[in-house]
T-cell receptor, first 117, second 110 residues
Framework: DAGVIQSPRHEVTEMGQEVTLRCKPISGHDYLFWYRQTMMRGLELLIYFNNNVPIDDSGMPEDRFSAKMPNASFSTLKIQPSEPRDSAVYFC???????????????FGEGSRLTVL | SQQGEEDPQALSIQEGENATMNCSYKTSINNLQWYRQNSGRGLVHLILIRSNEREKHSGRLRVTLDTSKKSSSLLITASRAADTASYFCAGDNYGQNFVFGPGTRLSVLP
């Protein structure tokens, strides 16, 4: 398997534009996570899905952010409209459940570095 | 809820020395996981220790878990320059809210 695939790797956009980040998880993984990483805030969990269903989106900063998982092999994170403070590296990770419902190992993509001017 | 808080924030050692990082968490967990992140890359899983385990080894890595103190430690023995990275921990509460701490930045000097 190629691992978790994210696109684009780098995106530079202007304030007010719509940004769509994409993620292809590892086949067979039930969980999908979106994280955001900045120097100031570290790694923040934005949202996670289990079997394509959003379980916890309490980390989504505000209504400008939305995430979907239309099927088991694809997820998007959309920011509309984007703002300079959204500049960060966005990571997608997937996982399969371990023993007795525990969280197994997370496999991370290489991230999408977003710069909003 | 914060399910992983590492310390120290930064650690600088000489090649060949051992590096010890600590992790504290607040709620009950069923396992705790350590990850490494090289600059500009995604996180990579290192080791998972379950709540009924006290110590686990993997190559040069040794992890301990003390559930009574809600803490874990990661020991890297005979460190190498390639171990330079940030290290994160996260506790699993049956798949809920898998949150990482701020990490420990380890620098191994040649």
């Amino acid at each position: 398997d190629a691992g978790v695939i994210q696109s684009p790797r780098h995106e530079v956009t202007e304030m007010g534009q719509e940004v769509t980040l994409r993620c292809k998880p590892i086949s067979g993984h039930d969980y999908l996570f979106w994280y955001r990483q900045t120097m100031m805030r570290g790694l923040e969990l934005l949202i996670y899905f289990n079997n394509n269903v959003p379980i916890d989106d309490s980390g989504m900063p505000e209504d400008r952010f939305s995430a979907k998982m239309p099927n088991a092999s694809f997820s998007t994170l959309k920011i509309q409209p984007s703002e300079p403070r959204d500049s960060a590296v966005y990571f997608c990770a997937s996982s399969f459940p371990g023993l007795a419902g525990e969280m197994g190992e997370l496999f991370f993509g290489e991230g999408s570095r977003l710069t909003v001017l | 809820s914060q399910q992983g808080e590492e310390d120290p924030q930064a650690l600088s050692i000489q090649e060949g020395e051992n590096a010890t990082m600590n992790c504290s968490y607040k709620t009950s967990i069923n396992n705790l996981q350590w990850y490494r992140q090289n600059s500009g890359r995604g996180l990579v899983h290192l080791i998972l220790i379950r709540s009924n385990e006290r110590e686990k080894h993997s190559g040069r890595l040794r992890v301990t878990l003390d559930t009574s103190k809600k803490s874990s430690s990661l020991l890297i023995t005979a460190s190498r320059a390639a171990d330079t990275a940030s290290y994160f921990c996260a506790g699993d509460n049956y798949g809920q809210n898998f949150v990482f701490g701020p990490g420990t930045r380890l620098s191994v000097l040649p």
